[in-house]
């Protein structure tokens, strides 16, 4: 009987000491952080999208939404792993809040319309939005833009 209770202690205590050993010194993606070279890129492409934004141009705008969609990636490269933007996306899933990752999926597809699809013009206010909803995808990865 002693010796039941004993053992199931110090299986306790093993269990816990693993959990404290993963906690401490977790490896892989999320470990990460961004590199100071990738955030000073990102803070400075964020400043020329903030100037962009007070332009009412179409071309401005459109041009404003490819740097803010490219910033994001760049921060996400530093994070996770992917070959493609929306590969990474979905291994990043877990650093966004779920209204955030919703959002900057949709200001991607936005992106990837208007590059790729012939004839889609979107307008200022899909524009605005989708750039601002990269911007909170931004922060959440730790920008300070």
């Known amino acids: 009987m002693a010796s039941n209770i004993l053992a199931s202690v110090l299986r306790a205590l093993w269990e816990i000491m693993v959990m404290l050993f993963k906690f ?3 490896k892989g993606p999320q470990a990460k952080i961004i590199s100071a070279n990738v955030m000073n890129l ?10 962009d934004l007070k332009s009412k141009s179409p071309a401005v705008l459109k041009n404003a939404l490819i740097k803010a969609d490219k910033a994001l990636d760049n921060l996400l490269k530093e994070l996770v792993y992917g070959n493609t933007m929306g590969e990474r996306m979905i291994a990043g899933k877990e650093k966004f809040s779920s209204d955030v990752y919703s959002a900057i999926w949709s200001a991607h597809k936005v992106r990837n319309a208007m590059v790729h699809e012939s004839g889609y013009e979107p307008t200022y206010y899909i524009l605005n939005e989708a750039i601002e909803n990269l911007r909170k995808g931004a922060k959440q990865l730790g920008a300070r833009i």
């Open 24 to 26: 401490f010194f977790k």
């Open 42 to 51: 990102v803070v400075s492409d964020w400043r020329q999208i903030d100037q």
